[in-house]
C-alpha cells in the first residue's frame, strides 16, 4: 500500500480530498448509468482513501471527501488490482467488519480499477447500493468503460503533470490535454455515431480546426460505411455512403492499416489517396489525416481529420489523435451497447402490449410511451378482452419503469387475462383472485383499474374496481365526472376486501383510463392536473379517441415526461 511508485503517481495526479469538476462528473455518470443511490471515484493513500470525485455520498463524507482505511473497499481492489464485485457486503467475508457498512451504508458494491499509464493501480471507479445488489453482466461491462475512461483522464493528470514540469511544454500542448479531458467526458454522454461526430467537432474547434471530421466504420462484409454523411453535400455523402474496403481513400487506408495515415498536402492525397482525389478537389481540401478506431480484434473503423491547406501533424498531434481515436472507439460500442438494449426493450414492450380487439359496438383507442429516459421500456400497461357477455378494460402500473419492471407487469397482465377468460366473476372478485396469487407467485406492488361493459337497457353500464389506481375519467352531456372509489393497491397486504362499483352510461359517453406518468409532475399538485385533465377531456370530448389521446398525451406529458405513460379510452355508441 505504501510503493514509493504509486504514491508518486497519485502525487502527480494532482488530485486529493477536495471536488474535482472532471471526475464529479464520472460519479454522475455512473450514478446514472447503473441507477445506484452513491458512486465514487476514489483515490488510495498510504494512510486514507480521497474522493476526487463523489455522487450521492452521505454527510460529513460528500464534504470532506476522505475516509480512513478502515472505511475502504477500495484498497482491495489497489491491493489485488482487479474488480472487486459484492453482492452484501454484510456477509462477504473479504469486507465483513469493515466500518463503511455502517457508517456510510455500503452494502452492494462494485469497484473497477483505475491505473496510471505503467498499469499500477491507483484506486477505483466505484458503484454503491445501500441494500445487497446483484449486480448483472451488463452493469458491470459499463461500470468497466466508464473505468477505462476515467484512467485516461487521471493518465491525462499525470501526463498534464510531467507537461508543466518541462521547461519547453508548449501552451498548444496543454490545450491537446485538455481536449482529451474534455473527450472522456463529453464522449461519455454520446448515445449514436451521429452524437459522437459532433461532439469530436466540438472538441478539436480551436485546435486543431479540420475542414471536415469523419467517422467511417467496417461492416461486417469489410465495407466502409461513412456515419458522417449530413456534413458533405448529399451526391458526395450517397458516393462515400458504403464503398469497398479495399478503396484507397484516408479511411479505408487507416482502418485496413490500423494505423494512423498522414497525408500533409495535395501531392501525398494523390500519392497514397487516389480515390478520394476527386473529393478533395471538389471541396477546396488540401490535406488529411486518418486514425484507426481500435476494436477487440481489429480496427472497427477511421477518424479522419481534413484541412483545407496543407497540414502536418507533429508528434504530439498524433499522440492526441490516437487518444482520441481511443475514445470515439468505446463511445462507439456504448453506442451500440445502447442501441442494442433499446432494441430489445421495444421487441419486449411490443410484445407486452398485444393489439386490442374487435370492440363493437364500442370504439376503443390506447396508447403507450415509455419514459423518456431509460430503457425505453417499463411497467405501466393497457389491456382490453373481448368475453361473451361484456369487454373487459384493464389500466396498471408496476412499479418502475426499467425491464425488470416490464417483465413484472407481463406476469401480472397474463395472470389477469387468464383469469378473466376462466373466471366469470365481478372485477373485485378478480382483483382479489389475482392480487393472492401475487403474494404467492412474487408480492409485485403495483396498481391497477379492472372494468367491464357491457349493454344495459337505453345505454351500457360500466362496473369496475381500483386497487390503488388513478380514478377514471367519464365525459358525458352533463361534464365530466370522477369514477371514485378506491381499494389498496395490489402486493400490499393480503386477503384485502375489495369493491366493485356500478354506473350506467349514457349513448355516446366517454370513459378515460390512464397511469399516474400522464399528469404527475415534480413543481405541481397531482389534484390540480387531474382537474386540469378532467377540464381537457371536456374541451376534447367529441374528437375521435385516437386523436383525443394523442392530445392528451402531448399537452399534460410530452417528449420529456419522467415516468411511462398508459392510456386507455373508449366511448359507447351514440344510439342506444
Known sequence: MNAAARVTALHRTGLTASADPTFDRFAAMVRAALRVPIALVTLVEPDRQVFPGACGLGEPWQRQRHTPLSHSFCQHVVISGAPLVVEDARTDPRVAGNLAIDELNVVGYAGMPLTDQTGLVLGSLCAIDTAPRRWTAAELEMLADLAAACSDSLRLRIAGHDARRRADQTGAALDRVQLLLRASVALANTSTAEDIVGAVR???????????????????????????????????????????????????????????????????VLDRAPDAAGTFAEMGWQAAASVALPGAEAPIGALTFVWKRPYALDAAEQATLAALAGYVAQALQRAEHLSARENVATVLQKAMLTDLPGAAPYELAARYEPAA???????????????????????????????????????????????????????????RRLDAANQMLGRITATAVLGYLAPDGAGHRLLWSNAGHPVPLLLDATGVTALTGHDPMLGVLRELPRRSHSRHLAPGSTVLFYTDGLIETRDRPLDDREQELAEALRHLGGAPLPELLDRLYT??????????????AVRTPFRP
Open 202 to 268: 466540438d472538441l478539436v474547434t480551436g485546435t486543431l480546426d479540420p475542414a471536415y471530421v469523419g467517422l467511417s466504420l467496417v461492416d461486417a462484409d469489410g465495407r466502409i460505411e461513412l456515419q458522417s454523411g449530413r456534413d458533405l453535400p448529399a451526391h458526395l455523402a450517397r458516393q462515400w455512403r458504403g464503398y469497398a474496403g479495399t478503396a484507397t481513400t484516408p479511411s479505408a487506408l487507416a482502418a485496413r492499416e490500423g494505423a494512423v495515415v498522414l497525408l500533409p498536402d495535395l501531392t501525398a
Open 555 to 568: 399537452t399534460f406529458a410530452g417528449d420529456d415526461h419522467e415516468d411511462d405513460v398508459a392510456m386507455l
Open 373 to 431: 429516459r431509460g430503457e425505453q421500456v417499463g411497467g405501466d400497461w393497457y389491456d382490453a378482452v373481448r368475453l361473451d357477455r361484456h369487454l373487459a378494460l384493464v389500466v396498471g402500473d408496476v412499479t418502475g419503469h426499467d425491464m425488470r419492471a416490464a417483465a413484472r407487469m407481463g406476469q401480472l397482465r397474463n395472470m389477469l387475462r387468464a383469469f378473466l377468460t376462466d373466471r366469470n366473476e365481478p372485477p373485485a372478485a378478480l382483483l
